[in-house]
């Protein structure tokens, strides 16, 4: 599994123009899956996401997790994650998992960061989702398991 982390001030997600979801600060979190992957990936990306210390502290240091500020995270489904260039200009997303696979470990990834007691919103998984962020710093993780 992969995730990109972003630090935000707000993410508002919509599909055909209806909001779906948003979250007032916190984590956007872009989370492909790959073939191969397994619950013990996605509990791994969970605790690293729900663990992260990119907020800062008192002293201006990234030192506080999205639970320590109260934030709240937004999770969205993203197997673009896995689209490989590397042969010609047109991506090959064969090692991203079929949606029968990935749309369960999404849905796991998900409990399993509400299990830190944080509040996690969604998007719509295969959906054509619109995403409106502002970044806050800019901070962007990459995380992989």
């Given amino acids: 599994?992969?995730?990109?982390?972003?630090?935000?001030?707000?993410?508002?997600?919509?599909?055909?123009?209806?909001?779906?979801?948003e979250i007032p600060f916190g984590l956007t979190v872009?989370?492909?899956v790959k073939t191969g992957d397994?619950?013990?990936?996605?509990?791994?990306?969970?605790k690293k996401i729900a663990g992260l210390r990119i907020f800062e502290d008192e002293n201006g240091k990234m030192?506080?997790?999205?639970?320590?500020?109260g934030g709240e995270v937004l999770l969205v489904s993203q197997f673009t994650l896995y689209g490989d260039a590397?042969?010609?200009?047109?991506?090959?997303?064969?090692?991203?998992?079929?949606?029968?696979?990935?749309?369960?470990?999404?849905e796991y990834t998900l409990k399993e960061l509400c299990s830190y007691g944080i509040t996690v919103k969604k998007g719509v998984f295969g959906a054509d989702m619109q995403i409106e962020q502002?970044?806050?710093?800019?901070?962007?993780i990459l995380l992989e398991s």
Avoid: C, W
Wanted: avoid cysteine.
């Fill in 38 to 46: 397994t619950e013990k990936d996605g509990a791994y990306l969970a």
């Fill in 1 to 21: 599994m992969k995730a990109v982390v972003q630090r935000v001030k707000h993410t508002s997600l919509s599909v055909e123009g209806k909001l779906i979801s």
């Fill in 30 to 32: 872009f989370l492909g």
């Fill in 134 to 140: 502002r970044n806050d710093g800019p901070v962007t």
């Fill in 63 to 69: 030192n506080l997790s999205v639970k320590d500020v």
């Fill in 86 to 106: 590397s042969h010609g200009n047109r991506p090959s997303f064969t090692l991203a998992a079929r949606p029968e696979i990935a749309e369960p470990l999404y």
